[in-house]
DNA sequence: TTTCTTTCTCCAGTGGTTTTATTAAGTTTG
DNA sequence: CAAACTTAATAAAACCACTGGAGAAAGAAA
């Protein structure tokens, strides 16, 4: 084999033929059945255009696939009437794992995200080698209670931090110590599944827009606050990961030149104004330092170490000084970093995530109020900030939406 | 015609078909000629993967168009000499049209961009509809000199500010004063012409990807640094334009919490820090309010008027203290805008561009340096800032860019 | 000259889609 | 209630872009 003389300026593109035609049609015709079930054949053929034979021929491959059942019939206005088809999630099952700097979640899931058996475990401020085996340990044991792997399409693991998708590898994670740790080579050489790996605030947008109320989207930011703010975004129908998978670390966007000293070495970054820790320590310092008068106090009965942030927000809602003072600095923060990205990128829409937004409308309302009047004029017709819509498994559904989108969505790549 | 009883979730999808295929290997076939030109059929079957009889059926249409054409015999090393194929680009032309807040510049170009008639023509500080009427009056003016319509793949137009391109709108530019101007509807019921509209830093990244030195990337940021800041990217090999083409809006982050009062109503934003009627006022003050000595009094010989860019980029240049206090300012700012940027997109290469960065690699080298310490460390080998690779008419280039991207780069959608 | 290479193209074959019936299974109407 | 109309699903044939093999074209090497 020779090489060729010449250096070529070319990226690899898939070519077209026959293959690609029919993945494609066959992908958009589950997609269909899936979202619009139950639904005829003939329906289908109208809704995307496309010839009768085409969806028959089709859906009976994915029938004898068992991916989609004939379920009964519809009505008709005067004729026969449609075999309805139906979307058929319990032919196979995903794996998900969610790595959280508190615990590592794995469960076994049915296609439609519905999750058939859980195991949470702690992490037990493990870091470093230590947690990776943890997690080996996790998977392992799960799997051995788990019958039949047969049918199995992978394990699905999500993590905060940069993570190169492609390759596998948790390239950076201060806060669990992990830097370049191969986890998909290592789990997949344990198990013989195939197994995916992405950043959790990427899954989670894959997720909203597959399973959650954000399905008509095609270009989503997500961005959630915890222990440190995260955000994903969807651009055009797919998850962008930049450069070497290390974009969306929002929570080290400077707000305050000059301020707080960051654990990334800068100064000011978001992440410090408006995350947990952050809100736990003012509240701390108020109530012993500064001796504020606050119903957080009644609501620990003194004891701080209780103050989780379902209880600053049960504060917020009760109408507590301190606890709005807080908030309001937060918003302000936060309104700041949110009307940059809108500047920058315009999403159709920016959902929130976060134990602080979680069952708190009152901080949906004044991030919108805020962001809205902070956006340049043109722009506030189109501010739209929601709040997640995948209820308290979106970590879990999160995984599981890596491999459904990289499955059942077709991508030219 | 009934209307579906239900609502159907589907966003629109192209189906697949025969069409599809050849459309797609076309595309991929000519734009592997054109970039790789001179090159054989059977180089091409090589290149992209395809069977030598698709690349001959391709070649010989693309040749039926005029738009390839055989061009001698190369080299073999033991059998029948390979034909070679060479892009011809002068079959057909494009009419490329720049809007600034200072110049409407309108040119007749070929499928490389190459110049054949130029016209530049002052805006002389018009605005509104006074403008529109400028426009309109000298696209006519330039087409009734040129001959030959028939082979003119259309008139592309390109604006600073919001640009709805779908439907030619240019959607808010304070500057010129122009809210909902359908453009795009203007031009082509007076020429019958099709008519193009974007935003010029959305074309200028098409033009660095296209024309210039960037083509292996396909994710891209661009910023420009003039009257304003503007900012375009391009995410996944396509523009991205954001919910109703506003995104890019990059001038406006906010910078300095409180800071400045912008013309867009809030305080703080980058482009009030940055741009050149900023420079320009600091060293106005510096002169004549601070009585400061500087190089640059002398260079304009006392007459503040003949203060332009390259004055200011020569000073600094020269080591003028006053320049280079005012450069470290500008770096600061930038460099804070840029990092943040990364942070939350991290494109694979950031493209500058802008009088006070062009012929300056003082600067360049300056933010590279700047941003490597802000940014988080993992990414430090990451970043990756360059100037701008196309010479003094890539405002032209970025107009002809739009259409040719549009026509030779094969789309899905 | 003969043999070997390499390029390019013709031709039959493959396998998707579409178009055009055809069949199945109804509803509606006089 | 039978004839006429509708609608759904499939079957058969036509279509057409790609592929692979055969072969022609054109030249290099021995």
Redesign the pocket.
Not at 15 to 19: A, S
């Given at each position: 084999m020779?090489e060729p003389e010449r250096g070529y300026m070319m990226l690899k593109q898939r070519?077209?033929?026959?293959?690609l035609?029919?993945e494609?049609?066959?992908s958009i015709i589950l997609d269909t059945i899936r979202k619009n079930g139950p639904i005829?054949?003939?329906?289908?053929?109208?809704l995307i255009?496309?010839?009768?034979?085409?969806?028959?021929?089709?859906?009976?491959e994915i029938i004898s696939e068992g991916l989609v059942y004939e379920d009964g019939?519809?009505?008709?206005?005067?004729?026969?009437?449609?075999?309805?088809?139906r979307f058929n999630p319990d032919t196979h099952s995903i794996i998900g794992v969610s790595i959280t700097n508190s615990y590592i979640r794995i469960a076994d899931m049915n296609l439609e995200g519905k999750i058939l058996k859980k195991v949470v475990h702690p992490t037990n401020q493990l870091k470093g080698h230590e947690i990776i085996e943890l997690i080996l340990d996790v998977v392992d044991q799960f799997l051995m209670q788990k019958a039949d792997l047969d049918y199995c399409q992978g394990i699905s693991i999500i993590s905060p931090g940069i993570v190169d998708a492609e390759n596998g590898v948790i390239t950076y994670n201060t806060k669990l110590n992990l830097y370049g740790i191969p986890l998909k080579k290592l789990i997949e050489e344990k198990t013989n599944l195939p197994v995916f790996l992405d950043n959790d605030a990427n899954a989670f947008v894959l997720a909203e827009n597959y399973f959650g109320l954000f399905s008509k989207y095609k270009d989503i930011l997500y961005i959630t606050i915890g222990e440190g703010v995260g955000s994903g975004m969807m651009v055009n129908g797919s998850i962008y990961r930049g450069f070497l998978g290390s974009s969306g670390e929002m929570g080290h966007t400077t707000i305050v030149d000059g301020g707080l000293k960051c654990s990334c070495g800068n100064r000011g970054c978001l992440e410090n104004y408006v995350n947990w820790p952050a809100i736990y320590s003012r509240i701390v310092t108020a109530i012993i330092s500064q001796n504020r008068d606050t119903v957080i106090k009644e609501m620990v009965s003194g004891d701080l170490t209780r103050l989780k942030p379902d209880i600053f927000v049960e504060a917020v809602n009760r109408q507590d000084d301190l606890a709005w003072e807080i908030m309001e600095d937060i918003l302000n923060y936060l309104s700041i970093a949110i009307t940059n990205t809108i500047h920058f990128f315009n999403p159709e829409v920016i959902i929130l995530s976060g134990e602080i937004v979680q069952d708190n409308p009152l901080f949906l309302d004044a991030i919108n109020e805020k962001v809205v009047r902070k956006v340049i004029p043109t722009l506030r017709d189109q501010v739209n900030i929601q709040s997640t819509s995948l209820g308290s498994e979106f970590e879990l559904l999160g995984a599981a939406a890596v491999i459904l989108h990289g499955k059942f969505k077709f991508q030219m790549m």
């Open positions: 020779k070519t077209g033929d026959l293959k035609i029919q494609l049609n066959r005829s054949r003939s329906e289908i053929a109208k255009n496309i010839s009768p034979t085409t969806v028959t021929s089709a859906v009976s019939v519809g009505t008709s206005s005067g004729g026969r009437k449609p075999v309805l088809l």
